[in-house]
């Protein structure tokens, strides 16, 4: 069984992040989302997301897309990885994640077989959380 692992906010569940979950899909028999807490998303952000982690979280498994969604470790970003042991790291094509750290990290978790793979876009300039975010708010 090929286990694949993604991260992210999900703020504004839409069809980019729908697209990217059938993207990952395709790499593995085996889905796990791991989505942002709000304490992280606010670090890494500036700012929160509109909706909650519950309410992101739901939001995914309602789609059907994942096997698993889990909440992120608010401590130690590597948890998810090192626990769930995943053959394959899908990164969205935004995600700020450098690819020789992630891969550097991997191979001191003694995870060198791990692929990691930058998923395409899909409609950025149309499906895109901070895009829809300033829709809402207008």
């Known amino acids: 069984m090929t286990k694949v692992l993604v991260f992210g906010t999900f703020d504004i569940f839409h069809e980019g992040h729908r697209d990217f979950l059938k993207q990952a ?3 593995g028999d085996f889905l796990r ?6 304490a992280t998303v606010l670090k890494v952000k500036g700012r929160l997301p509109r909706y909650s982690e519950t ?4 939001a995914i498994k309602k789609s059907g897309l994942a096997n698993e969604v ?10 998810a990885i090192r626990d769930f042991k995943p ?11 450098s690819v020789p750290e992630l ?8 995870l060198d077989r791990t692929k ?11 499906y895109k959380s ?8 207008e």
């Open 130 to 137: 901070s895009i829809l975010r300033k829709q809402l708010d």
């Open 116 to 126: 990691i793979i930058r998923l395409e876009a899909y409609e950025p300039e149309k």
């Open 103 to 110: 891969r550097q990290k991997l191979d001191a978790l003694g």
């Open 70 to 79: 889990f909440p992120g470790s608010l401590d130690d970003r590597y948890s």
């Open 55 to 58: 309410e992101r979280i739901n």
């Open 33 to 38: 989302v791991i989505v942002a807490r709000n």
């Open 25 to 27: 899909r395709k790499h």
């Open 87 to 97: 053959d394959v790291i899908c990164l969205g094509y935004d995600q700020k994640q």
